[in-house]
């Protein structure tokens, strides 16, 4: 049988990882980086082949839905702050229970 072990790419940039998901990838995780002081999401994103839509948006040769990548570029705003204040949330409670 086939390996049928999906591609991942780590994505920071907001724009090419709403791209990949309108080109029908999967989020698989959402992380929330701290970069000098700022606050940065990593979206890992799979499927296959991952690597040509990717080079394709890189390039400048992707093209896409308008709509789709507008809802698809709210919804991971959403996801994202969402799990920042999350995290933050958890921060919060963590040293209010030191106190």
Do not use: P
Not at 26 to 38: A, E, F, G, P
Not at 45 to 56: N, V
């Amino acid at each position: 049988m086939e390996n049928l072990k999906k591609h991942t790419l780590c994505v920071k940039d907001l724009y090419e990882g709403a791209y990949l998901l309108c080109m029908g990838f999967h989020l698989q995780k959402l992380t929330i980086v701290d970069s000098h002081r700022k606050r940065k999401a990593v979206f890992e994103i799979a499927g296959d082949g991952i690597e040509e839509k990717a080079e394709s948006y890189r390039m400048g040769q992707a093209t896409v839905n308008v709509a789709m990548l507008k809802f698809t570029l709210e919804k991971l705003k959403d996801a994202m702050f969402a799990k920042i204040r999350s995290e933050e949330g958890q921060a919060l409670s963590g040293k209010n229970a030191k106190a």
